[in-house]
């Protein structure tokens, strides 16, 4: 029997954390199933046995790509978000190496992007970091005059992770569409969250991971543009096309197709729904605290997704206060023993350090209701009441 050493006691009671992690969907836990119990042959295998589970990952390609308007053969999978981010960076920098030792990324971008262009520094590459406005926007102006004739890569992310933001992909890789310049986004929190369209954005490169839009974790793919000269990640064997060594992992490639699937059916409804109880929460803090401030891009941001800071809080504290509550939210500033490390997102959009300090990011998914906005809001004006007490400003 298998025993779990840590406490699996501990129940969250609102979960309102989905742009860290998303459940598992039911379906796609159905569809996993049979996969993993039935179909354990290798699909890199001779013999004629293999060709069912072969059926499955190029069923799974087939859904997905259709999802993002993608060709099938455009479809790589991979581990997650995290290694198609390292993939489409290093690949495109190794192939291009002989054009050019140039990258633009922006300084809001995941440590997925952020620590591989700074990997590529440490190699020979020069890599601009583009600061976005105070609502974490990246501008057009400022893409054009980074441009060099050595540059060989854009990487932009199309939703922000910390603020929600969604950035105007389409427009700025539209920039370079003829300037033989690479344009990779990082849309790992936005898949199967907002309509994509991957000839709509014009984009060469996308990632995404499973774990987001209610898939199974440790799987993501990279979607690479026809035509499109890319190094490998890994060497070894052969599989998906030579470019992704590994034997594949078929059930969750299949159930990241079946979540994938069922978001992009249910987008307009459950986009609606998160809208709803973002504006309950955003009403009700904004009457109760006049000077809390709401960071990212109030039109254009992800469904459901608030990053609120308070004047003289500690987001920390409010994290483990709502914690105790059974209420699962993060924070935008993280304590040590010595000082509190603010994030780079909220660091670069100039948000002031006392407002960085307090800041939660909640971010509410199809499974929460209107209740859970009221009843986070009226815990944390509870929180923030008491603090304003204790401080003689209440
Ligand atoms: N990129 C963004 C924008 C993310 O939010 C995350 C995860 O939070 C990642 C990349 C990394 O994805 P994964 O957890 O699948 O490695």
Request: charged share 20%.
């Given at each position: ?328 939210i993060s924070t935008g500033a993280a304590c040590n023993s010595q000082s509190v490390e603010i994030s780079h997102v909220l660091k670069a959009i100039d948000l ?12 509410f998914g199809s499974n929460n209701n209107e209740e859970d906005a009221h009843i986070i809001a009226s815990e944390i004006v509870k929180y923030w009441r008491k ?8």
């Open positions: 029997m298998y025993t779990f050493s840590v406490n699996m006691t501990n129940k969250v009671v609102i979960y309102a954390d989905h742009a860290a992690t998303t459940p598992l969907l039911q379906e796609a836990f159905e569809a996993m199933l049979p996969v993993l119990k039935e179909v354990y042959l290798n699909p890199s295998s001779s013999y004629s046995f293999s060709r069912g589970v072969k059926q499955h990952l190029s069923e799974a390609r087939v859904q997905i790509a259709a999802c993002l308007n993608a060709l099938p053969e455009e479809i790589f999978f991979t581990s997650g978000g995290t290694e198609s981010d390292n993939w489409a960076i290093k690949g495109i920098a190794d192939a291009r190496a002989s054009t050019g030792k140039h990258i633009i990324t922006s300084a809001i971008e995941h440590h997925a992007v952020l620590n591989t262009c700074k990997y590529l520094t440490r190699h020979g590459y020069d890599v601009t970091f583009l600061k976005p406005d105070e609502k974490g926007r990246i501008s057009r102006e400022r893409l054009l005059h980074a441009l060099r004739p050595d540059t060989i890569l854009i990487s932009l992310m199309l939703a922000n992770n910390e603020i929600g933001t969604i950035e105007d992909i389409s427009s700025l890789a539209a920039i370079i569409r003829s300037s033989g310049i690479a344009f990779h986004t990082d849309a790992v929190q936005a898949v199967g969250h907002i309509p994509i369209d991957v000839q709509m954005l014009d984009i060469d490169l996308l990632s995404a991971s499973a774990h987001k839009f209610n898939g199974p974790k440790g799987i993501g793919f990279l979607y690479i543009r026809k035509g499109v000269q890319i190094a490998s990640l890994m060497d070894g064997g052969q599989q998906e096309a030579g470019f992704r060594a590994g034997t594949e992992n078929v059930a969750a490639a299949v159930g990241m197709a079946v979540a994938l699937k069922n978001s992009c059916a249910k987008l307009d409804n459950v986009a609606e729904k998160l809208r709803k109880m973002e504006l309950i929460f955003r009403s009700e803090i904004r009457e109760k605290i006049a000077t809390a401030v709401f960071n990212g891009d109030e039109c254009f941001h992800l469904p459901g997704h608030i990053s609120l800071s308070l004047p003289g809080i500690s987001g920390e504290a409010l994290l483990h206060i709502l914690d105790l509550k059974g209420i699962a002031p350090t006392e407002l960085a300090k307090g800041t939660i990011r909640i971010s603090v304003c007490q204790l401080s003689g400003k209440g």
